[in-house]
T-cell receptor, first 114, second 114 residues
Framework: DGGITQSPKYLFRKEGQNVTLSCEQNLNHDAMYWYRQDPGQGLRLIYYSQIVNDFQKGDIAEGYSVSREKKESFPLTVTSAQKNPTAFYLC?????????????FGQGTRLTVV | KNQVEQSPQSLIILEGKNCTLQCNYTVSPFSNLRWYKQDTGRGPVSLTIMTFSENTKSNGRYTATLDADTKQSSLHITASQLSDSASYICVVSASHSSASKIIFGSGTRLSIRP
């Protein structure tokens, strides 16, 4: 089945550690996005990529890094520089580079710093 | 600045009642507007998508309206069911030639009580 898959669903990280969240899609979508959601808050854009080997910072990119070596994959690394990483992270993809198509979301990864 | 504002922030209604959620946006140039339903701990799922020329679109008990002149949208839920309890997110896409930006509202948390 076509879709967008995030893993793991739950992730625990010790303070000072980097951690990478996986996002894979088999929808042949060009554009992919990472969002962060805090309790009671809306989604905030971390990074987005409109084509392989290219990505752009979103509104809250500090403390995060991404790569887009393959069309299907857009992993997000939460670095130790991110001071408040505990949140729900959502990955999305869209078929149209101009954003006119619908965004499909993964099921999310809940990251907790312990 | 591109913004999407939703109201109310939260809403509690009795099962079987109707309700209307509001979305105001200042996104330009406007491409499309979508309403998503997000169950707790899950990724958002699209309910409706509307472009500039559409002013009403229905999906079962969900009816979305769009007034492009006043930059307002509403989502009306008829005969609410317990399964309608979720967050409803308004998402507006701006189109800038080859670039794109998707702006999320903070959502309305709807609770249906038996």
């Amino acid at each position: 089945d076509g879709g967008i898959t995030q893993s793991p669903k739950y992730l625990f990280r010790k303070e000072g550690q980097n951690v990478t969240l996986s996002c894979e899609q088999n929808l042949n979508h060009d554009a992919m996005y990472w969002y962060r959601q805090d309790p009671g808050q809306g989604l905030r854009l971390i990074y987005y990529s409109q084509i392989v080997n290219d990505f752009q910072k979103g509104d809250i990119a500090e403390g995060y890094s991404v790569s887009r070596e393959k069309k299907e994959s857009f992993p997000l690394t939460v670095t130790s520089a991110q001071k408040n990483p505990t949140a729900f992270y959502l990955c999305a993809s869209s078929i149209d580079q101009a954003g006119r198509a619908e965004a499909f979301f993964g099921q999310g990864t809940r990251l907790t710093v312990v | 600045k591109n913004q999407v504002e939703q109201s109310p922030q939260s809403l509690i209604i009795l099962e079987g009642k109707n309700c209307t959620l509001q979305c105001n946006y200042t996104v330009s140039p406007f491409s499309n507007l979508r309403w998503y339903k997000q169950d707790t701990g899950r990724g958002p799922v699209s309910l409706t998508i509307m472009t500039f020329s559409e002013n009403t679109k229905s999906n079962g008990r969900y009816t979305a309206t769009l007034d492009a002149d006043t930059k307002q949208s509403s989502l009306h839920i008829t005969a609410s069911q317990l399964s309608d309890s979720a967050s409803y997110i308004c998402v507006v896409s701006a189109s800038h030639s080859s670039a794109s930006k998707i702006i999320f509202g903070s959502g309305t948390r709807l609770s249906i009580r038996p």
